[in-house]
């Protein structure tokens, strides 16, 4: 994998993430799985390692990683209430 083709990977994964939270913002769980399913994809390419980035190549994926990060909080905004919502659902019955 090239520097050139890490940045795209985590562009895509940064863009992916972004319509994640986008979706489950507006309730469209089934869009939001596709994505997700996506957004795993483009990460199993992580799986056999990446070079190592520099320059202004490494705080490029820095400035993704943050996005991502940003992303995963607001997605998570949207699903520990409701998660917190049906685990003491369940307990009650």
Same mark, same amino acid.
């Given at each position: 994998?090239?520097?050139?083709?890490?940045?795209?990977?985590?562009?895509?994964? $940064?863009? @992916?993430?972004?319509?994640?939270?986008?979706?489950? !913002?507006?309730?469209?769980?089934? &869009?939001?799985?596709? @994505?997700? %399913? !996506?957004?795993? %994809? !483009?990460?199993?390419?992580?799986?056999?390692?990446?070079?190592? @980035?520099?320059?202004?190549?490494? @705080?490029?994926?820095? #400035?993704?990683?943050?996005?991502?990060? $940003?992303? #995963?909080? %607001?997605?998570? #905004?949207?699903?520990?209430?409701?998660?917190?919502?049906?685990?003491? $659902?369940?307990?009650? &019955?």
């Amino acid at each position: 994998m090239t520097s050139n083709e890490v940045l795209s990977m985590y562009e895509n994964i $940064a863009g @992916l993430t972004g319509k994640m939270a986008v979706a489950a !913002q507006s309730g469209d769980w089934k &869009h939001f799985d596709s @994505l997700k %399913a !996506q957004c795993a %994809a !483009q990460a199993g390419a992580t799986a056999s390692g990446v070079p190592p @980035l520099e320059g202004a190549k490494r @705080l490029r994926k820095i #400035d993704l990683l943050k996005q991502i990060m $940003a992303n #995963d909080r %607001a997605v998570r #905004d949207v699903t520990e209430p409701w998660m917190g919502q049906l685990e003491r $659902a369940m307990r009650a &019955h």
